[in-house]
Structure formats: structure tokens, C-alpha cells
């Protein structure tokens, strides 16, 4: 089993940056890739980022060039870096995980985190 704790999400001005992590714990367990995903209300949840153990990362169109995702592979964490933070942004993000785990591979969601972009 892996848990997944998320922080940083939080109330910013359009044009603002904010900073989300997410740690994964739990025992014997190899993660296989990790992401940020986040919904809007009214909307279906959305992919944002995902970054793959081969150091590959995609995005969403709408955050190209002002979202950057990244992992620290020892501390098992990936984190979201949002510039250019727009009122479209607000959503509660979601941090996923694939992971390797008592013989198989499962899907792993963290609590989710509100972002909330002022105009």
C-alpha cells in the first residue's frame, strides 16, 4: 500500500506562483510514474503533468511553459511548480502515483489540494 501526501496548494493572485509536493510512503513498494492531475468544479478530472521514471515529462497544453513538474527519486516526491497562475488554474490538484506493490502495479491518489486563483 502507498500513501500519498500532498501540500502547498492555497489562495494566489492571477499572475502568482505556488509550489505543490507530494511524498509517497508506505512499505516495499518501486513507483513506476507519477502525476499531478487536478478538477475543476462542473469539470472532469484532468491530467496536468506527469513526469515517467525515464526522466520524460508531458503537460497539458494550457500549462506548457508555466507548470513544471519534477521528482526527487530518494525521497520519493514529485512536485509542481505553477507560474503564471490564472483564475482557469483554480481546481483541487491531485497527486497519482502508479506503483509496484505487494506483486502488482496500482493506481495511487493523494487527497487533493485546493488551488485558488483570484483575478
Known amino acids: 500500500q502507498v500513501q500519498l501526501v500532498e501540500s502547498g496548494g492555497g489562495l494566489v493572485q492571477a499572475g502568482g506562483s505556488l509550489r505543490l509536493s507530494c511524498a509517497a510512503s508506505?512499505?516495499?513498494?518501486?513507483?513506476?510514474?507519477m502525476a499531478w492531475y487536478r478538477q475543476a468544479p462542473g469539470k472532469q478530472r484532468e491530467l496536468v503533468a506527469k513526469?515517467?521514471?525515464?526522466?520524460?515529462?508531458t503537460y497539458e497544453d494550457s500549462v506548457k511553459g508555466r507548470f513544471t513538474i519534477s521528482r526527487d527519486n530518494a525521497k520519493n516526491t514529485v512536485y509542481l511548480q505553477m507560474n503564471g497562475l490564472t483564475p482557469e488554474d483554480t481546481a483541487v490538484y491531485y497527486c497519482?502515483?502508479?506503483?509496484?506493490?505487494?506483486?502488482?502495479?496500482?493506481?495511487?491518489w493523494g487527497q487533493g489540494t485546493q488551488v485558488t486563483v483570484s483575478s
Open positions: 513526469a515517467a521514471n525515464s526522466g520524460r515529462v
Open positions: 497519482y502515483c502508479n506503483a509496484y506493490s505487494m506483486g502488482a502495479s496500482r493506481d495511487y
Open positions: 508506505g512499505n516495499s513498494f518501486l513507483i513506476n510514474f
